[in-house]
Structure formats: C-alpha cells, structure tokens
C-alpha cells in the first residue's frame, strides 16, 4: 500500500495538472496535431460557434487552453510594436485580462505575417509568449509577469525582415525557443521557473520558420526535442541542449516535424519518415515525394500520414510505406495546421471555411463545413470537448450546445 | 486631555512615519524595476518589486508612473504590468483612479510616452471623451501614437470639407505632425490633387545625395566579410579619399556621385547605376549636425549592408531579399557637432529568381519618434570634396 501511495505522490509530481484536457503549446501537448481523448462536434454549423471574442491588433498565433482559461497572443498599434497576452474564460468568452508590453525587437514583418504569429506555450502553471519581435514573456495565469526574454534586443541580428514564426514547445522544466534567420540563429533552453537560459546551441545561420516539435520519451532514450531546418532535423537534449543525433538530408523552413507512435514524420523531399533506434541511431522508413505539404505541417492518425498544400489538396499516405492512397482537394487557400480528434481531420482555409473531414483508408469525406467568414491563418486547439480558433478580431469557440 | 492630545499626535506621528517608510519601499521597488537587465538575473527581485509596488494602492500610483521616465524597454515592461495588476485591483475593489492627476500626467510631454499613453488609454475605457480634450494638442508630442491620433483627427476633418482652400491647410497642418509612412502618402495624394506641392523626401529626412564607387567582388557572397578599398581606409582610421581608384570587379572603379529624387529617397543601383550580380558598393554621404546628439538612422534595404558612421561600425546585417521596407532597421547613434561622414557597404548577391533583383537603400536620420532631422546647412551635400579627403 505504501509504494501505491509513494507511485501517486511521484506521478502525481511528474505528470502536469489536467494535461489531457488542455492543450498547451503549437500542435497541441505531444506538438503533433492530435487531440487525444477529444470528441469535438463533427456536424459544424452556425449553432455550434458558442461564443466568439473580441481580440486586440493582429494575431497567427493559435489559442492555448490550460483548465477554464484560453490564452492567445496579438500584436497592435502601427508598428506592431505593442504585444498583448490575453486570458478568456472558456465558458463565456469572457476577457479575463489582455496584458500588455512593448516589443525590445524588431517588429516588421510581412504583409501577411504580424508580430503574434508564434503560438503561445505553457507547463501548466505559467504561459509563455513568443513574438516575431524575439519578445518571450513568461505569465503566471493571473497574468503577473515572472519574466521577460528580450532575444531580439539580446541578439539583435537574430530577426528576418519576413518576420519570425516558430513557437516554443515546453518539455519538463524547460520552454525550447528556435530563433533561426539568415544573419543570426540560435536554439535555448530557458528554465521556466526563472527565465534563465539553461543552454544554447548555435542552429544553421538561414531562415526558417519552423517550430520545434517532441519526441517522446522511451525506455532507452528520455524525451528530446527536434529541431527543424534546411540542413535536416536535430535531435536534442531539452535538459542539456546536447546534440543526440542529427538527420542531414534537408528539410524544408516552413512546415514543421510530427511526431506520431515512434515514426518522426518529416517535411523532407515531399515527405520523409524515420525511426529511432538504438544507440542515437535511426533508420529511414520512406520517402514519397507524392505527399508534399505546404505551410501546413504533416499530421499524422490511425496509420494514415496527411499532408495538405497551400491550394487546399489534402494527401493521404500509408504510415508504413508512405504510399499516396487518396487526395481531397478542399476549397481555398490554407495556411494553418489541420488537427485531429475522434478520427476526424479539422482543417481551416484562409477565407474562414472550416472543413470536418472523415478520413477513409481510400477516400476522404468532407463531413460538413462552417464559414466562419473572416480569415484564419492560425493553426486551432482543441481542449474539454471544444475546438478554438482565431482570427485577427475574434477568438471562436466552436463546441456542440448541450 | 494633554494625555489625550500626546496620544493623538503620537498617533499621528507613527501613521506620517508609517506612510513615510512606505513611500521609501514603494521608491526603492520602483528603483528595482527600472534597474532591470537583459537575461532573466533580476527577475525574482522585479517580481517581490512589482507586490510592492501593487499594494501600495493608488499611492503609489504616480510614483510608478514617473518611474517610466527614460526606462529601458525591458524596466517598461515590468513598470506596466505592476500598472495593469494596480488599475485592475482598483477596478475590482470599486474604487475610481485619480482621475485629474492622471489626465494632467498623460498631457505632461516631458513623461515617458508610454506611460502617458498607458495612462490614456486606461482613462479612455470609462472616459471617451479624454480623447476630444487631449488630442487635438497632440500634433507635435514626443509619442508616435498620440501623434497619429492627432494627424487622423484632422485628415478626418480635412477629408469632409469640399472646399479645398479649406481643407488644404488642415492636410499641411496634418502633414506637419504626421511621422507614419501611410498617413503622410494620404495627405501627399490629397495634397497634390489639389497641386500643392509636397517634399515627402524632406519631410522624412531622407539622404539624398550620395558618392557611390563600386561594383567590387561579392560572389558567392564572400564580399560581406571581405575589406576593399574604402572599408580598408576606414579600417585604418583614415579618411575617405574620393579621388582614390581602386581594383573593382572586373575593372578599375572611382566614385561618382548619384542623387536621388523618389519621394522615399530609394538610391536604386539596379536602375541608376546596374544590377552587377555578386558584387557590392560603398555609398558616403555627410550630414552636418549643430549639436551632438543621438539620432536614428533609418535603413531600408533588401540586400546586405555594414554601415560606419564617423568611423565606426554601427551595425552590419546579412540578410539578401526578405523584403524592404521604410525604417525597416533603426539604428541608434551618437552624432557629433559639424561634419558626420556614413560609409555605406551594400551588397548584392547572385540569386536568379524576380524577386531578387533588387540592389537599392534608403536612409534617413530622425529622431525615436521618426520625426525628420535636417542638416544644419541646407546645403550639406555628399558631393565629391564635401567633408572629405580630395
């Protein structure tokens, strides 16, 4: 009894606080796009948006939830200068605090890009905001500031003249941030606690807008972190930021990894997937130049790899052979990463048209859509039954009426 | 009764000595806030500095405010959140902020502009009509926002008159203030239809007169780092010669002079002079300051560039085609009284597609609200022999 007792207290330290009901970082907890344990509603239409909240500025950044809380990020003023960490309550919609600060970096982007285009992060007791501008601001969720990383002042020649995309990932105690452009790069580890880098690794000097993604934790291997570039994928210790092995075949700057029972899926020549093995080892499993994604990033369920481009043709390959089997051309533009949850594909185009697709081992079905009518370039989260997305004005809440 | 009154002066005494103590640990935590460093180091000491601050209540409101003064960004940032979790608190207990005290701090331009703005747009949420009080006097202010504000408020009242002998000086008082590249592009087009005429060159403070030599090896971009002529002078603390030759590319090459009349002050070496791919070029120019002073230099370019000023390198940047953009890097420097010589090394590298052809730069010198700053001599010119070795 007493060792069943010692196991909970030790798990109970481990393991965050309600981790399967939130949704805590770019891609969601595991940063691959699955919705684990998520039923969302299938039949999209106007009577499932439950609310939607007025935001400030601009914003690509996805929402993050942590408990009753959704967070998201947005940059204002004419500069994009002024970034905002706002809290609302998931069950009303209701702003509970829009925290405010001014960028240390540099803040122009594209037309298309703004400054809050990475997505926030959070170890469930904090969240962390990173901004095109470097700007990492760590919250409690009272939204007291804990402490403030200004990267783009601290290395001022870490930016791109494009703007900036990658958002951090949290492993344990550290958030990993990936600040790769054409002049300056570099990755770190920074303690959540205080701030403090705990290590730095010099990353390939040229523009990349990927995110880091995880790989979980096996009997041989604890958790390492990958990070993406146009060299290939580096494997690294989120404790020590040591290299644990690297793959160079190249990579491509936009879509990111995904991660999915032990196959690491890779934006790589089309699509390649690898294996780790033993001994900082892995093996190539298959590469299909016919499953090619575009600014989405690959997601991966039920023994089917996705791909979607920008002009909204969704690829379906075989996880084990990386055979294309069926494509589905959706309507519009996409820049955002689908999600995927009860084994459904949820995907969102540029004009605001949300697409709920049942992925059949030959076909695709569109299952219903939902025009949200405003442009979505973010990538949605998904948390206690309900699916979240933003825009620049608004944050939608799209759950079945009960 | 004498009992009586010691014990209500000691009284009295002990809470002034209490209040006094308090506003020392409510200055000391503002001490620490503003001594915030980059890197997280002081972050523990900031975070114990903001509780401080947040229950000292509306007394130490002000206090915190005038705080914001010459404070770094990181010391801002801090300052404004210990602000936010105090407007807040005060909020939710049902109290009122100082109303008067605040609105005469946000109309107070020798205060941190963003604490007057932070103040403003606090105010604003139960008070819409601060904005009708204050920012019609806001056309000059040290804040780029307030500015803007104001500049909008009168393109509005401009836009709707139909009588241009009206309107007209509404749009020049407008352009007086305007610092932001979209408000001043509407006013010029309002401005011209009605065949005014409008210097955006000067207005902004861009540099229009250059010596250019060059093309000199850049391939592979292997130039950037590599010290020809002019950079090699510099080097040697010595000043340009602008009658000197050098080897260049493929040939010898000497400065000559380009100017420049687009309204945003593009020197387009593509177009002006040719788009040697793989090469880059040295640009000099002076510009005469009656005082010493720090000013920003701002850059737009889409290839790379190192630029020295007075000698010094102030900031290089390797970056070939993400775009260009106006004030698309600030660059903080201190310029001295009379003459101040800006080296330019711009570099083009050997991409093919069509979206990489472009071999230009605009530069202006402006103050951090990007309000223009002129030479002192209108006649302060780059031209060959002007503040330079012949």
């Known amino acids: ?402 | 009764m004498e009992l009586q009154i010691v014990r209500i002066f000691a009284f009295l005494l002990t809470m002034a000595l209490m209040s006094a103590v308090r506003a020392d640990d409510i200055s000391a935590a503002i001490d620490v806030l503003r001594a915030v460093r980059p890197g997280a180091a002081d972050s523990a000491a900031a975070r114990n500095a903001v509780q401080e601050v947040t229950t000292g209540g509306s007394q130490a409101l002000l206090p915190l405010l005038h705080g914001f003064r010459d404070a770094t960004p990181l010391s801002v940032n801090w300052l404004r959140n210990a602000f936010e979790q105090m407007a807040d608190a005060e909020t939710k207990a049902g109290r009122q902020l100082p109303q008067s005290e605040l609105e005469a701090f946000v109309a107070d331009q020798s205060q941190s502009p963003f604490a007057r703005r932070l103040v403003y747009e606090t105010l604003k949420r139960t008070d819409p009509g601060i904005e009708n009080r204050l920012i019609p006097d806001m056309l000059l202010d040290a804040s780029p926002e307030f500015r803007r504000d104001a500049v909008a408020l009168l393109m509005t009242e401009a836009s709707h008159l139909q009588d241009a002998a009206i309107a007209t000086p509404l749009y020049r008082k407008a352009f007086s203030g305007a610092v932001h590249e979209d408000q001043v592009k509407t006013i010029a087009e309002a401005l011209r239809k009605h065949n005014e005429e409008v210097d955006i060159q000067k207005h902004f403070g861009f540099l229009s007169q250059w010596s250019i030599v060059g093309p000199f090896d850049n391939k592979e971009e292997k130039g950037f780092a590599m010290a020809y002529g002019p950079e090699l002078e510099v080097n040697a603390s010595l000043d340009l010669n602008l009658q000197a030759e050098y080897d260049g590319q493929s040939a010898k090459v000497r400065w000559q002079s380009i100017s420049t009349t687009d309204d945003y002050g593009v020197v387009d070496i593509a177009k002006q002079i040719e788009n040697y791919k793989g090469s880059l070029m040295y640009a000099t120019t002076t510009w005469t300051s009656n005082k010493e002073q720090q000013v920003e230099i701002r850059l737009g370019t889409p290839n790379s560039w190192k630029l020295w000023v007075n000698g010094q390198l102030v900031f290089e940047r390797e970056e070939y085609h993400r775009s260009s953009q106006l004030d698309q890097y600030r660059v903080p420097v201190n310029l001295r009284a009379g003459s101040n010589t800006l080296l330019l090394k711009i570099c083009q590298n050997s991409q093919t597609q069509d979206w990489a052809q472009r071999y230009q730069y605009q530069i202006r010198i402006c103050n951090s609200t990007g309000s223009a700053l002129l030479p002192s001599s209108s006649t302060a010119r780059s031209e060959i022999g002007s503040g330079v070795r012949q």
Request: net charge negative; with cysteine; hydrophobic share 40%.
């Open chain 1, 1 to 402: 009894m007493k060792w069943i007792i010692t196991f909970l207290i030790v798990a109970a330290g481990t393991c965050p606080l309600s981790l399967a009901a939130d949704w805590r970082q770019f891609r969601g907890n595991a940063a691959n796009s699955v919705a684990t344990g998520e039923t969302l509603p299938t039949e999209l239409s106007g009577d499932t948006i439950a609310w939607k909240a007025r935001l400030p500025g601009r914003g690509l950044s996805g929402p993050i939830v942590i408990g009753e809380q959704v967070f998201v990020s947005a940059s204002s003023g004419y500069a994009q200068d002024r970034l905002h960490v706002i809290s609302i309550d998931t069950a009303t919609g209701t702003q509970q605090w829009d925290r405010e600060f001014i960028a240390t970096g540099r803040t122009l982007t594209h037309d298309k890009m703004c400054n809050a285009t990475p997505t926030m992060a959070s170890d469930g007791e904090r969240v962390f905001a990173f901004f095109s501008s470097n700007d990492l601001i760590c919250l409690d969720l009272a939204g007291n500031l804990q402490w403030f990383r200004g990267f783009g002042s601290e290395f001022p020649n870490a930016s791109n003249s494009l703007g900036m995309s990658s958002s951090p990932v949290v492993l344990g105690h550290t958030v990993v941030v990936q600040v790769e452009s054409d002049a300056e790069s570099f990755a770190c580890g920074i303690d959540v606690e205080s701030g403090v880098t705990i290590w730095q690794i010099d990353r390939p000097r040229a523009a990349n807008w990927t995110s880091p993604a995880i790989l979980p934790a096996t009997d041989q291997q604890s958790a390492l972190v990958l990070l993406q570039s146009s060299k290939g994928l580096t494997a690294v210790d989120p404790v020590s930021g040591s290299i644990v092995w690297n793959f160079d075949q190249g990579a491509s700057t936009i879509p990111s990894v995904t991660v999915d029972s032990g196959s690491i899926v890779i934006p790589s020549n089309g699509l390649t997937a690898i294996r780790p093995g033993k001994d900082n080892t892995f093996e190539q499993l298959w590469n299909s130049s016919s499953i090619s994604p575009g600014t989405s990033s690959p997601v991966v369920v039920d023994g089917l790899a996705f791909a979607l481009n920008s002009a909204g043709v969704l690829s379906a390959g075989d996880i084990k052979t990386g055979e294309r089997l069926w494509q589905l051309r959706l309507r519009g533009s996409f820049s955002s990463t689908p999600i995927t949850a009860n084994g459904y594909l949820y995907l969102f185009n540029e004009d605001g048209n949300a697409f709920v697709v049942k992925p059949e081992k030959d076909q695709g079905i569109i299952v219903s859509e939902l025009d949200l009518a405003e442009k979505i370039l973010c990538s949605p989260g998904a948390a206690n039954g309900a699916l979240y997305v933003r825009s620049d004005a608004h944050l939608f809440k799209i759950a079945e009426r009960h």
